[in-house]
């Protein structure tokens, strides 16, 4: 890892957590962070996004939303603009996850909307690829992710990219306790990196942070971002655990040092 790159790691919590639970949870995380050698960002459930940044205000921690539309306003039943994500407030949001593209059913084209929307508003866009069990077995790996990252990022211009971090989470990997090797892992950011380098300059290729998102855990965070191109992490059911997802964070700041 190269020492421009601060280390992100992020801490999704999905559907899980209760108010008191997301309390408690965040009150443990911020008694056991040390230093800013790691961006962490939480992504507490929509309904408790103000109680949670209003707990955070002072501290280091970033308060993210899983989710966002991509209109201000209007007849969108459901959802939240982020500009009301703002006013929580929210420093950042998840764009093409993969349980919105697979489960909820998001295409491209509405990722993309959705990114372009958050850059916009001044948000850190984290934006997720990665391919399927069926894909990565037919060796489609690089186009999967060449092709989510072209979509994604779609008229996303140069002097935004500070504000994008890539999340590579192949969909066999997520709460299946299956993980890739550090050494494929490592091979799919690098092809990432790379093909940013095509799409905009080399300079934009060093500098965007790439984090991986297959059920990374304290007993592999370690190696994994150990790997050159790997600079943190998005954690899904670890990040549940202070413990767990504390060691997390430390693994990180082992890197940066």
């Not at 309390?23 to 929509?46: H, M, N, R």
């Not at 039943?77 to 929210?90: A, N, Q, R, W, Y």
């Not at 007993?219 to 790997?227: H, K, P, T, V, W």
Request: net charge negative.
């Amino acid at each position: 890892m190269t020492q421009q790159r601060t280390p992100f790691v992020g801490g999704n919590w999905k559907m899980n957590t209760n108010a008191s639970q997301g309390i408690s949870l965040i009150d443990a995380l911020q008694d056991g962070l040390k230093g800013d050698l790691v961006e962490v960002t939480v992504y507490p459930p929509f309904v408790y996004l103000r109680e949670i940044a209003a707990r955070c205000e002072g501290s280091d921690m970033l308060i993210g939303a899983q989710d966002c539309w991509h209109e201000p306003c209007g007849a969108f039943t459901g959802e939240i603009s982020t500009g009301m994500l703002k006013d929580c407030p929210v420093q950042s949001v998840l764009t093409g996850h993969s349980e919105r593209r697979h489960v909820i059913g998001e295409t491209d084209e509405l990722v993309n909307l959705k990114t372009k929307a958050a850059l916009a508003d001044g948000l850190v866009t984290v934006l997720c690829v990665g391919e399927t069990l069926e894909q990565r077995e037919n060796g489609q790996t690089d186009a999967v992710n060449e092709s989510q990252i072209r979509a994604g990022l779609a008229g996303v211009g140069k002097d935004e990219l500070d504000k994008v971090v890539i999340a590579y989470e192949p969909v066999w990997a997520i709460g299946t306790g299956k993980t890739a090797t550090p050494d494929d892992a490592q091979d799919a950011h690098a092809n990432i990196r790379a093909l940013i380098a095509q799409m905009y300059d080399q300079r934009a290729s060093e500098a965007i942070r790439i984090i991986y998102g297959g059920s990374m855990k304290p007993g592999n965070a370690n190696e994994l971002m150990a790997m050159p191109d790997i600079d943190g992490g998005l954690i899904g059911g670890a990040s549940l655990t202070a413990e767990d997802f504390l060691a997390i964070v430390q693994a990180g700041a082992t890197q940066a040092v």
